[in-house]
């Protein structure tokens, strides 16, 4: 949910971009259409059965550069905010410093790969989430 979260703060400049811990930790984001792709194609392949996969894009980036990256996109005067996790969850709570799917397994068996970049990805949120796009229209 951290796309749309940062989205709606640029578009919408009523609030700041909440990056929680030092903002260092990285994901990396899959396009929803990219997924579903995947998805129909180990439906239909044999081998797939009973297989666990990763499947996502291995486009890496952290938490703040991506904050960044849409308050560029959006031409936000938002700002930047770092919130420390020990305001915004329980004790005890542990984030992940990096997570990157190994999407070579399902590669190898129905050729996937991520079609849509990060940048395509802000790119689509941005314009439906500022009306400028239907979400049908970005398939």
Do not use: W
Not at 94 to 120: A, Y
């Amino acid at each position: 949910m951290v796309i749309p979260t940062f989205v709606r703060a640029g578009i919408v400049r009523t609030s700041d971009y909440s990056v929680y811990g030092d903002g260092k930790q990285s994901r990396c984001f899959g396009y929803v259409g990219d997924i579903v792709g995947a998805l129909i194609k180990l439906m239909d392949h044999k081998d797939a059965v009973g297989n666990v996969f990763n499947i996502g894009s291995n486009e890496e980036i952290s938490i703040l550069q991506l904050a960044q990256r849409v308050k560029d996109l959006t031409q936000s005067e938002s700002e930047i905010v770092f919130v420390p996790y020990d305001e915004a969850y329980e004790e005890g709570f542990e984030d992940m410093p990096r997570r990157i799917p190994d999407i070579t397994k399902i590669h190898n068996l129905v050729g996937f790969q991520p079609q849509m970049s990060l940048d395509g990805i802000l790119e689509t949120v941005i314009d439906y989430q500022s009306g400028r796009r239907s979400a049908s229209a970005s398939d």
